[in-house]
């Protein structure tokens, strides 16, 4: 072997020796858990989680009324509250990764490890957060969701609204099924800023396509990883957990919730009226598109 290749293969070991064993790891490990918790790969399988399994990307996690679950992946945790459903999704390249939570009920505290740029991104019916690294949460209703900080800086943004409002810690943001966003803080709110309408990615519960379907609207989701990270909303993947808290119960009603191939092709359900968004734009959506089935696949 030459000295020049010598050097390189050196270079080579010394790069891999460094790299942190946090950004080798794709998988989260469940570290806690109750009986009221299972996940699919498939759309059509559940299977009840215990402490130890490996959740796989793209996995959805479904939680029961008293169901909770936490995951791990090096110092990096999500905690998933009763009656939650998400998937998490991870890309990876040599000296990054990228994170994505999509959430389409329930609750999730998340605690992220810092970095320099962006590294995960979360996904709901009414908002959309960008983190470098900090610790919050995100909760998701039927009709809004919320995202209050604790520690670090969340860009979280409305999607038709074009909104968005850097959270700091002791500030939280809501955005209603109006794209109507709502601010609050300990000391003082977070400041509004109008940014470009988006499309959502997942619909939210009860609705045939997401939040500016059939606009012409870029997408949250049109990052490449999201495109085939999975849609619960679109897929009609329910997920309901039983309310007795049996492992074979749940799974049962996990496996009967309505798990098809819906195609969104009921109307976009006209969020933003035609009021001024607010934001600075004085654009109202009419909400008369048709919708696509939202962007997220997990086929």
């Not at 059509?44 to 029961?64: D, R």
């Not at 939280?172 to 794209?179: G, H, I, K």
């Not at 959502?200 to 989701?221: E, H, I, K, T, Y």
């Not at 309901?240 to 798990?259: C, H, P």
Request: charged residues 15%; contains cysteine.
């Amino acid at each position: 072997m030459s000295s020049f290749a010598s050097r390189l293969h050196v270079v080579f070991l010394c790069l891999i020796a460094f790299l942190p064993a946090a950004a080798l790891a794709q998988d989260w490990t469940v570290a806690k858990t109750t009986k009221q918790v299972s996940y699919t790969i498939d759309k059509k399988t559940w299977a009840a989680v215990e402490v130890g399994s490996v959740i796989p990307s793209q996995a959805w996690m479904s939680t029961g009324p008293r169901g909770r679950v936490v995951l791990t992946r090096g110092e990096e945790s999500l905690s998933f509250g009763p009656n939650t459903l998400g998937a998490v999704i991870t890309t990876e390249g040599l000296f990054s990764r990228k994170t994505e939570v999509v959430q389409q009920k329930g609750k999730i505290a998340l605690n992220i490890e810092k970095r320099s740029r962006p590294h995960t991104y979360v996904h709901t019916p009414f908002l959309a957060a960008v983190v470098k690294g900090t610790t919050f949460t995100v909760s998701v209703t039927d009709e809004a969701a919320s995202v209050s900080v604790d520690e670090g800086l969340v860009q979280v943004s409305s999607f038709t609204g074009g909104q968005s409002a850097d959270v700091g810690p002791g500030q939280q943001v809501t955005v209603d099924q109006t794209q109507t966003m709502s601010v609050a803080g300990v000391n003082e709110p977070p400041s509004v800023f109008a940014v470009e309408p988006m499309q959502a990615s997942v619909r939210a519960v009860g609705q045939p396509a997401p939040l500016g379907a059939g606009l012409g609207l870029s997408s949250f989701g049109d990052q490449p990883s999201a495109q085939t990270s999975g849609d619960a909303g679109s897929n009609g993947v329910s997920g309901e957990s039983s309310e007795g808290g049996d492992s074979d119960r749940q799974q049962a009603q996990a496996g009967n919730n309505g798990i098809g191939n819906g195609q969104g092709n009921g109307r976009a359900n006209g969020n933003g009226g035609s009021n001024g968004n607010g934001g600075g734009n004085g654009k109202g959506n009419n909400g008369n598109g048709r919708g696509n089935g939202g962007n997220l696949n997990l086929d």
